[in-house]
C-alpha cells in the first residue's frame, strides 16, 4: 500500500560510521540498518566481539 505514514517508517541507520536515512519497508518494521551491507558489518563485529576468531 502506497500513501501510507513513510514518516514513521523513517530511520536513521544504527551502524556505526553511518548515518544514512532509509524507509523501512518491512512488514513489523524491523529494518535498523540502510542496506544488507552494514547490517553485515554490524552482524561481524557482533560476532567477532563475542570472542570468536572467524
Ligand atoms: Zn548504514
Same mark, same amino acid.
Given at each position: 500500500?502506497? &500513501?501510507?505514514? /513513510? $514518516?514513521? %517508517?523513517?530511520? !536513521?541507520?544504527?551502524?556505526p560510521? #553511518?548515518?544514512? *536515512?532509509? *524507509?523501512? *519497508?518491512? $512488514?513489523?518494521?524491523?529494518? $535498523? /540498518? #540502510? &542496506?544488507?551491507? #552494514?547490517?553485515? $558489518? !554490524?552482524?561481524?563485529?557482533? /560476532? %567477532?566481539? %563475542?570472542? %570468536?576468531?572467524?
Open positions: 500500500m502506497l &500513501g501510507g505514514d /513513510f $514518516r514513521d %517508517r523513517l530511520g !536513521v541507520c544504527t551502524a560510521h #553511518c548515518d544514512r *536515512v532509509y *524507509v523501512d *519497508v518491512s $512488514r513489523n518494521g524491523t529494518r $535498523r /540498518f #540502510c &542496506g544488507t551491507a #552494514c547490517q553485515n $558489518r !554490524v552482524k561481524t563485529a557482533a /560476532f %567477532r566481539a %563475542r570472542g %570468536r576468531t572467524a
